[in-house]
Nanobody, 116 residues
């Protein structure tokens, strides 16, 4: 069965860094567009960054220049390097794998808390 397992979340001070990982199994990873979403308390889920199967990346304006998404197709893993973290980055971060012909899979998420 399909599994997306996120890791790397935690508590970090403002200005700090974290690296999230999402390990996928049960899918042909290289043909999926991989994305990171986040949902802060009381807010709707939003796209943070995406790395398409064709190598195209895109980012939310709020994270451009601070976050970097990457993927390792050999290891079926997508990463999110988060630098210069702000309190407003506090959220549950979830991994998404979008299938080529519709539908997607979700991980359970990992909590990132930015606080002093």
């Amino acid at each position: 069965q399909v599994q997306l397992v996120e890791s790397g979340g935690g508590l970090v001070q403002p200005g700090g860094s974290l690296r999230l990982s999402c390990a996928a199994s049960g899918i042909t990873f290289r043909v999926h567009d991989m994305g990171w979403y986040r949902q802060a308390p009381g807010k709707e889920r939003e796209l943070v960054a995406q790395f398409s199967s064709r190598g195209v990346t895109n980012y939310a304006d709020s994270v451009k220049g601070r976050f970097t998404i990457s993927r390792d197709n050999a290891k079926n893993t997508v990463f999110l390097q988060m630098n210069s973290l702000k309190s407003e980055d506090t959220a549950v971060y979830s991994c998404n794998a979008r299938q080529p012909y519709g539908g997607s899979f979700w991980g359970k998420g990992t909590l990132v808390t930015v606080s002093s």
